[in-house]
């Protein structure tokens, strides 16, 4: 089959000012890093150097965090709740306002389409600070205790996958609940956050409630073994989770790690199959597969695995790879070159280990880091590309015969972060939810997010819940 011609239709670039640098955003004024070198961040999809950004080290960590303590301790937790509202109402109006400006942004400095940083990221961007400041004068009712308080100071360190979004995640509830935050952002994808803090200077936020810092792993762990930080909040590789919780463990610090996963999306025979093709692309192809909870295990009863197949290698050809500002675009760039060497690695093991590898046709531009949506069959439960977070387009095809099988395979891995079942039948969806080691299920859906709905894992895929009133709870002491 083949696909339809478009002619190309980019979104104009034109509506964002990208500074040629920038500095940290420490007590609501950007200054210059003290000890730390300038890196640049370029557009992964043509490797255009987009802006020079200051990298914090521990001396500039140290000046955020005490802006940080003194805005929580003269402003923002003795603030009566409904004030703090106010702020938080206003910001989510802000970035409403700005949503054109920060899908734009957003796309060039992560490679995603703009489709969907225009319709999933910023509009939930925009959901979790409206959700949150609906919290604020209310926290008696979040389940921590009459008078609950806030912790202090939240370090918090997040990924490049969803940048702002992950912002939303960490800053909307901490800030409800009364803490104030340094937040590091991911070193190739930091432009957001800092259009985030001119934000935050638009709503006239009092100086030092929201710090935005800089820089890569020397930065992170800088702010993680600060002492004056009371909680940490990360999300990331499991690896880097591991060397977190090791960092804090013997001090008070609370601590969130939200890390990688493997879920299993689980197709039984009497599903709708067109609606399963589309879940089954979304689940993998969304976000060029870099998505924690990405249905990245694809488990297919043998009765329909034929039809399965032939349907989605079909659906795959009608993708469209390229420019991330194209609004006709499916899957956009890799973010990052260590990230397309990791991805060409394991698909490299996955062939060495017998596995079958597919890909649609595909031209992909000469310039920037490119993937092709790829399947993999004939793939078993010992496989590499079975077990680990390959964090890529690239999906893994099992098949089960009944339901228990596919529970006993589904559960089969390291992780538990999310899992999705596609099945006509309503006590089978209730029946494998139960079964499932997963924080979130999804039945006939796949990759649905929500601020209401908490998110989180099991076993190595971290602890402790965002969204939500369990979101809350994170930032609140008992
Ligand atoms: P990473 O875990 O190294 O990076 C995540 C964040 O942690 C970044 O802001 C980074 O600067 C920071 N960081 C790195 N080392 C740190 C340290 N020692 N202390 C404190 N902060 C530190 O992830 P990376 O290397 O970008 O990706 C590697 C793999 O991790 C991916 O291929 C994917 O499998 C997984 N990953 C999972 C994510 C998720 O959403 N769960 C997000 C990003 C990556
Ligand atoms: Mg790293």
Same mark, same amino acid.
């Given at each position: ?5 478009? *002619? ?8 964002? $000012?990208? /500074? ?9 004024? +950007? ?8 890196? !640049?961040?370029?557009? =992964? ?18 000046? #955020? ?6 805005? +929580?301790? /003269?402003?923002?937790? =003795? ?41 999933? $990221?910023? =509009?939930?961007?925009?959901?979790? %600070? ?32 969803? @940048?702002? &979004?992950?912002?939303?995640? !960490? ?32 709503? $006239?936020? @009092? ?26 909040? %990360? ?18 610090? /609370?601590?969130? &790690?939200?890390?990688?996963?493997? *879920? ?9 199959? $067109? ?10 192809? +969304? ?53 397309? #060497? ?23 531009? #000469? ?27 690239? &999906?893994?095809? &099992? ?9 006993? /395979? ?35 859906? %796949?990759?649905? +997010?929500? @601020? ?27």
């Amino acid at each position: 089959m083949s696909r339809f011609e478009y *002619a190309p239709a980019p979104e104009s670039r034109a509506i964002v $000012d990208i /500074k040629s640098s920038y500095g940290l955003f420490i007590n609501g004024g +950007f200054v210059e890093a003290t000890d730390g070198k300038p890196f !640049k961040t370029v557009s =992964p999809s043509s490797e255009e150097v987009l802006a020079e950004v200051s990298e914090a080290g521990p001396a500039d960590v140290d000046r #955020a965090v005490r802006a940080a303590r003194k805005a +929580f301790d /003269k402003v923002w937790a =003795p603030m009566a709740g409904r004030d703090r509202a106010k702020y938080l109402f206003r910001i989510a109006r802000l970035i409403q306002e700005r949503s054109r400006e920060l899908a734009v942004l957003e796309s060039l400095d992560n490679g995603k389409p703009i489709r969907e940083s225009r319709d999933v $990221d910023i =509009p939930l961007v925009a959901a979790h %600070f409206f959700y949150y400041a609906g919290w604020a004068d209310k926290l008696e009712y979040a389940g921590a205790g009459e008078d609950p308080q806030p912790l202090g100071v939240a370090g918090q360190i997040i990924p490049w996958n969803f @940048p702002m &979004l992950m912002l939303a995640w !960490k800053i909307a509830p901490a800030l409800a609940a009364g803490n104030t935050v340094v937040l590091k952002p991911a070193e190739t994808t930091p432009l957001t956050a800092l259009a985030f803090a001119e934000i935050c200077q638009q709503a $006239d936020l @009092p100086p030092g409630v929201v710090n935005i810092v800089t820089g890569a792993g020397r930065t992170g762990q800088a702010l993680v073994e600060h002492p004056d930080v009371d909680k940490v909040a %990360f999300t990331g590789s499991t690896e880097v989770g591991r060397a977190i919780a090791k960092a804090v463990a013997g001090s008070d610090k /609370k601590v969130t &790690l939200e890390l990688g996963g493997k *879920a299993a999306n689980i197709v039984f025979e009497d599903a709708p199959i $067109d609606q399963t093709i589309e879940g089954i692309v979304n689940g993998i192809f +969304f976000n060029q597969g870099h998505v924690c909870c990405a249905g990245s295990r694809l488990l297919v009863q043998e009765s329909v695995y034929d039809e399965v197949l032939a349907r989605l290698k079909r659906r795959m050809s009608t993708l469209r790879v390229g420019d991330p500002l194209d609004k006709n675009t499916d899957i956009g760039a890799i973010n990052s070159s260590a990230q397309l #060497a990791k991805i060409r690695e394991l698909s490299q093991i996955g062939e060495d280990e017998g596995a079958e590898r597919w890909s649609p046709e595909c031209e992909l531009p #000469a310039e920037g880091y490119w993937f092709p949506p790829t399947v993999f069959t004939g793939v078993s439960q010992a496989h590499r590309i079975a077990r680990e977070e390959i964090f890529g387009p690239v &999906l893994s095809v &099992l098949t089960f015969r009944t339901p228990a099988e596919a529970v006993e /395979k589904a559960n089969n891995t390291p992780f538990g972060l999310s899992a999705g079942i596609w099945t006509d039948k309503g006590s089978r969806i209730l029946w494998m939810a139960n079964q499932l080691r997963a924080g979130v299920v999804w039945a006939n859906t %796949f990759n649905r +997010f929500d @601020p209401t709905s908490p998110f989180g894992g099991y076993k190595e895929s971290g602890y402790g819940r965002e969204g939500g009133r369990h979101g809350l709870e994170a930032y609140l002491a008992h």
